[in-house]
């Protein structure tokens, strides 16, 4: 990867929709892959709700992500897991201000690659997340990077 340039627009908007489209696999129905385990739960009006699990596989030994959902609303920290059973990343999404997580994203070998904060917004027509702030990098040894910055999704100038 290379960290700390600018992207040309086209390789912005792909890394958005890929943002985008991991979330809203997070949000979509049991009945898609990954499985979901038999002892989650829904609440009185069929949203998610409770400790959530979901697997890769049928046999449920490859976890591809764990969490909490209160009321059909992902709560708490958040863990997505590759294929491999290795941790790709962790959300924790906030309380307060509503609607917005912490992410942290990891190398292959298991240490931190970057980590910033991000929104997502739910509409009936839709829904959008994207990245803003702060976005620290590190380089497969641990060694900090230069910082990204974000604004509504779009990446800024390299910090210095």
């Not at 943002?19 to 998610?48: F, Q, Y």
């Not at 969490?67 to 709560?75: K, L």
Request: hydrophobic share 30%.
């Amino acid at each position: 990867m290379n960290y700390g340039r600018i992207y040309p627009a086209t390789q912005r908007r792909s890394w958005r929709l890929c943002h985008l489209l991991g979330l809203i696999v997070c949000l979509a129905s049991c009945a898609t892959l990954p499985l979901g385990h038999p002892r989650n739960h829904l609440d009185a009006e069929s949203k998610r709700h409770g400790r959530w699990r979901e697997y890769f596989d049928a046999a449920e030994t490859q976890v591809a992500n764990q969490g909490r959902y209160r009321h059909g609303q992902p709560v708490g920290q958040w863990r997505y897991y590759a294929p491999g059973r290795m941790l790709e990343h962790k959300e924790r999404y906030l309380r307060s201000p509503a609607h917005q997580l912490q992410l942290t994203y990891y190398h292959p070998n298991g240490r931190l690659a970057k980590s910033g904060q991000a929104r997502y917004i739910l509409r009936a027509d839709g829904g959008r997340f994207y990245w803003f702030g702060e976005w620290k990098q590190y380089t497969d040894a641990g060694k900090p990077l230069l910082s990204e910055y974000y604004i509504n999704g779009l990446l800024q100038s390299p910090a210095r």
